[in-house]
């Protein structure tokens, strides 16, 4: 069964830092595309990071470029986003998925659960 699963999320203070894990289960990560997205209360689902299958290239929404990086390990199957200087801003539940392309906001199959990130003092 194809499957990702988001984890790692939580409450921190501004200035803090997260590191979100999304692990993938019935297909090998590194062949796809894959993002992290984000989708704040009231507000649309976002892209936030994408990192490219085969020679890996990364690519961040402006908002959060300097402050968030996104990269995979191959044996575990898995893709991390390293969340540094958190705003309030960055509050969201934060989701993986298998994109078309980093420059598509098109994913294959459907959203996961996704993690809750929550930044406030």
């Known amino acids: 069964q194809v499957q990702l699963v988001e984890s790692g999320g939580g409450l921190v203070q501004p200035g803090g830092s997260l590191r979100l894990s999304c692990a993938a289960s019935g297909f090998t990560l590194a062949n796809y595309n894959i993002g992290w997205f984000r989708q704040a209360p009231g507000k649309e689902r976002e892209g936030v990071s994408c990192?490219?299958?085969?020679?890996?290239?990364?690519y961040y929404a402006d908002s959060v470029k300097g402050r968030f990086t996104i990269s995979r390990d191959i044996a575990k199957n898995t893709v991390y986003l390293q969340m540094n200087s958190l705003k309030p801003e960055d509050t969201a539940v934060y989701y993986c998925a298998r994109r078309f392309s980093c420059s598509s906001s098109l994913i294959f199959g459907s959203w996961g659960q996704g993690t809750q990130v929550t930044v406030s003092s």
């Open positions: 990192i490219s299958n085969g020679e890996v290239n990364t």
